[in-house]
């Protein structure tokens, strides 16, 4: 399976019908670039707070209504995208 592949670095499931993030990608301690755009995604696992190495993380076109503020346990993060979401406070 692709979530053996413990160096890889990007991982893209754009418009993939997926609700859910697989928990797999949980395993991918080396992963910078996570797009999971154009999915029925609803909730993001706190299990992704801890993939530190995230510097890119695109969330657009789901339906997340929640970020926990542990998102900014990703210390490396440089961008976020959760454009065309359903979320109401953005934790500062």
């Not at 160096?7 to 893209?12: D, G, S, T």
């Not at 301690?29 to 299990?47: A, V």
């Amino acid at each position: 399976s692709m979530f053996n592949e413990i160096n890889l670095k990007k991982l893209v499931f754009i418009n993939s019908k997926i609700r859910e993030i697989p928990d797999g990608i949980y395993k991918l301690i080396n992963l910078k670039i996570l797009d999971c755009s154009k999915n029925s995604i609803s909730k993001i696992s706190e299990k992704l707070y801890k993939l530190i190495k995230l510097n890119k993380i695109i969330f657009e076109t789901n339906e997340i209504n929640e970020i926990s503020e542990n998102i900014g346990n990703l210390i490396n993060l440089k961008e976020i995208n959760f454009s065309y979401n359903n979320i109401l406070e953005i934790p500062i």
